[in-house]
């Protein structure tokens, strides 16, 4: 066959299959259309899974009548000037409505504010029909009908009904997060509607938009962002280390208010709660970055979900840096929601207290406390309302019948107290000691428990996650502060890779001496490591070397390199801290607690579990119905 040149329409299809995935994507660019368009509602219908039908409505600028067809044209569009590098708005590439029209049955309605009356368009599998005149008030609405029915191969992936309905909702709340000043409605044949009512453009208003898409609990067990590097700005919410989900689908990030899905930030966030996270368990997080536009390339993917940082290494450094102190500035926060569900476990009456395992107050309240927080919790369905306790975890935490067996069992058994010395109450130092954030150590209890006194509160500290704490915490430093030990290879190790990653290496390699790598040029297309850092042991140099290649080609770091011998850190911690079990002097307990007073990040323990519990007086009181 001879070359020939592709039909406008075939042009077109193509285009669709990289910008038109589902009808997920259908909706994504239409609603991105509309607040383009500065609409302050958006309205989404659907039927069939969106492969029926998709309707979305504005409030918008609208199109003026001579420019319908253009609308529909490809390669037009009325939001990029001269400067690719200056991209302020979601669309730019003049290719989602021709893409669309050439794959399904495509209306616009439209009118403008100054137009007196509405005009329309269509365009059916490519066809364009004329424009005619049409009554719809100002603002613009976008119909389309038997989406991919001129392209049956892409019809025959789609996956029912459900499946494609759920994927749509998720794109709306993506993308509404990122608009807290707009009304946002979908309603669907089934039942995933969304109404999410207007909220305004403040941190607050943000904030509120977020709880209505993910939950009222977020906002309660999480932390606020806020950090600024070398004119990168990030704000937002991450949840305290005790709230986390199995996956990690709830992890929202935007640049510059354009929901993207980016290996560098989730590897970011991942990095930033490696120490208070267990492996198999993800953040809840909504990051928002706003950098200048041209240090941002959102032109990589026609479904433009991915950028490229022009500095890697700063956006990583400024995630990482920012969540891990907003983490350490939190470690009491941490501890009071987890009071929240012991105190709801204190509650009489309340049924099902988890007795597995050893008597071990953790793991039910921190259980009662996940399944209060992944519930969703509607006070008004609560079997019994909780005493009105004051600060926000405790009604959801008691509500989800997070307590014991019996009614009225207390949780401590009433066991003779540690021993006599233990009792350092009474002296002048222990006095001035209830002012501490963890008071006064009062006494031991199941060996493993420091029961402290503060002027207004009762502190329980578990002795043995506090101390691998601070171990953990000290021998970080320590590794951190010089030069990593590290240990000669009998014989080099050579490692033949493709020549970019051997030079990015290479480029590397001062930094990679100082945790104990010490590796250097062989030749084109390889490497020679000599040492390697000796807190490894025998480790495959080879993985560690290509992981080491592919994330500085990823995020130009070696936060890899850095993860691992944490993660050692972590470990020898675990083994070198105090067990449970030991008996404390009442000087070794104060002493204890001041070092965690004084330690960023003492809060939780490494695997993400609080170090110590805070029962405020007062609710103790309300307990006792005192109050
Ligand atoms: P892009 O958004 O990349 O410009 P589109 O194909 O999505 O490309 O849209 C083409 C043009 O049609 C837009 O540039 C805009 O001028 C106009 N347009 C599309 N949808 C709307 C809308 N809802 N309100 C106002 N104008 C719209
Ligand atoms: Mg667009």
Request: glycine letters at 0%; aromatic letters at 10%.
């Given at each position: 066959m001879p070359i020939r040149q592709l039909s406008e329409t075939m042009i077109n299809q193509i285009a669709a299959g990289e910008v038109i995935e589902r009808p997920a994507s259908v909706v994504k660019e239409l609603v991105e259309n509309a607040l383009d368009a500065g609409a302050s509602r958006v309205e989404i219908v659907t039927a069939g899974g969106g492969l029926n039908l998709i309707r979305v409505t504005d409030d918008g600028s609208g199109i003026p009548e001579p420019e319908l067809s253009l609308a529909i044209a490809r390669h037009c569009t009325s939001k990029l000037a001269e400067d690719i590098n200056d991209i302020r708005s979601l669309g730019f590439r003049g290719e989602a409505l021709p893409s669309i029209g050439s794959v399904s049955r495509l209306s616009i309605r439209s009118r403008t504010a100054s137009g007196d009356s509405a005009a329309e368009i269509g365009i059916e599998g490519g066809r364009v029909l004329p424009v005619r005149p049409a009554a719809a008030n100002r603002g613009t609405t976008v119909e389309v009908r038997d989406l991919f029915f001129a392209t049956p191969a892409r019809l025959k992936f789609m996956k029912g009904e459900r499946a494609e309905s759920s994927a749509t909702s998720d794109v709306v709340k993506r993308i509404a997060i990122a608009f807290p000043a707009v009304r946002f409605t979908l309603a669907g044949s089934d039942r995933s509607t969304l109404d999410l009512p207007a909220t305004d453009d403040s941190p607050e208003g943000s904030l509120r938009r977020v709880a209505q898409v993910m939950g009222a609990e977020f906002p309660d067990n999480s932390i606020a962002i806020d950090a600024m590097r070398e004119g990168v700005r990030l704000t937002g919410h991450v949840s305290i280390?005790?709230?986390?989900?199995?996956?990690?689908?709830?992890q929202y990030a935007y640049v510059n208010g354009r929901p993207v899905r980016d290996k560098l930030i989730a590897g970011a966030i991942r990095g930033a709660f490696a120490d208070v996270l267990p492996r198999d368990r993800h953040a809840v997080t909504v990051l928002f970055l706003s950098l200048d536009p041209a240090i941002v390339d959102v032109n990589v993917h026609p479904a433009k979900a991915d950028v490229r940082f022009r500095d890697p290494g700063l956006v990583r450094g400024l995630i990482v840096g920012a969540i891990r102190q907003a983490l350490a500035d939190a470690g009491i926060r941490s501890a009071t929601t987890g009071a929240a569900g012991m105190m709801a476990a204190f509650r009489p009456g309340a049924a099902s207290y988890d007795h597995g395992g050893p008597a071990n107050g953790h793991r039910s309240y921190e259980a009662a406390y996940r399944a209060s927080g992944s519930a969703g919790f509607d006070p008004a369905r609560s079997p019994q309302r909780p005493l009105d306790m004051q600060f926000g975890g405790f009604e959801r935490a008691g509500a989800k019948n997070g307590g014991f067996g019996e009614p009225g069992q207390a949780a401590f058994d009433t066991g003779p107290l540690a021993s006599a010395d233990a009792r350092a109450g009474q002296s002048e130092a222990a006095e001035t000691l209830l002012g501490a954030v963890l008071g006064a150590a009062r006494a031991q209890v199941h060996e493993n428990y420091i029961v402290a006194q503060t002027r207004d509160s009762l502190v329980i500290v578990d002795q043995h996650a506090a101390h691998e704490r601070l171990v953990y915490e000290a021998l970080k430093n320590a590794l951190h502060s010089r030069p990593v030990p590290s240990q000669m290879l009998l014989l080099p190790e050579i490692i033949d890779l493709p020549e970019e990653d051997a030079e990015r290496l290479a480029m590397h390699s001062e930094t990679l001496a100082r945790f104990g790598l010490g590796i250097e040029r062989f030749g084109p297309g390889a490497v020679a490591v000599r040492e390697t850092p000796s807190m490894l042991g025998e480790t495959n140099v080879q993985q560690l070397v290509r992981d080491l290649a592919d994330e500085i080609a990823d995020n130009d770091t070696v936060e890899t390199l850095k993860e691992r011998l944490d993660k050692i850190a972590a470990t020898m911690a675990c083994h070198g801290s105090v067990r449970s079990g030991r008996l404390l002097k009442a000087e070794e307990m104060n002493a204890l607690l001041r070092q965690m007073e004084a330690t960023p990040g003492s809060g939780t323990c490494n695997h993400g579990r609080p170090t110590y519990i805070e029962l405020k007086l007062a609710d103790i009181e309300r307990l006792f119905g005192r109050r």
């Open positions: 280390p005790s709230f986390t989900r199995a996956n990690a689908l709830q």
